[in-house]
C-alpha cells in the first residue's frame, strides 16, 4: 500500500512547492538568476557595486540613530510616498493572480 500513495505524496509535495514559489522551483530560480543580472547591469551603470549598498545602508542607520526622533519622520515620509505606489500595484496583482472560485 505505501507504494500506491507515494507518487499521491509526491504530487501533492510538487503541488505545494508550486504554489509557495509562484511556479516551478528551478523556473523560478532562472527568472530570479535573470532578473538579478538585469538589475546588476542597471546599478552598474548608474555607477553602483554591492559595496556602495551596504554602505548607504550602513549611513542610512548611522543617521537615523544620529537624527533621533526625526529620522521616523524622515522615514515615515519615504514609506508612504513609496507605499502610494507599492501597496495598489501588490493589491491588483493579488487580485488579478487570486485563484478563481469553482
Do not use: C, H
Not at 505524496?9 to 522551483?25: K, V
Not at 528551478?26 to 549598498?53: E, H, K, T
Not at 542607520?61 to 533621533?68: D, F, K, S, T
Request: proline residues 6%; aromatic residues 8%.
Amino acid at each position: 500500500m505505501p507504494n500506491e500513495l507515494e507518487p499521491v505524496e509526491r504530487r501533492m509535495s510538487n503541488d505545494t512547492a508550486t504554489r509557495i514559489f509562484g511556479g516551478s522551483p528551478l523556473g523560478v530560480l532562472v527568472r530570479l538568476i535573470l532578473v538579478s543580472i538585469l538589475v546588476g547591469v542597471i546599478l552598474s551603470a548608474l555607477g553602483l557595486n554591492p559595496l556602495d549598498i551596504f554602505e548607504s545602508l550602513r549611513r542610512l542607520i548611522r543617521n537615523i540613530w544620529n537624527m533621533g526622533f526625526d529620522a521616523i519622520r524622515w522615514v515615515w515620509g519615504y514609506f508612504l510616498l513609496g507605499a502610494v505606489i507599492v501597496i495598489p500595484i501588490w493589491l491588483i496583482m493579488r487580485i488579478v493572480n487570486a485563484p478563481r472560485g469553482k
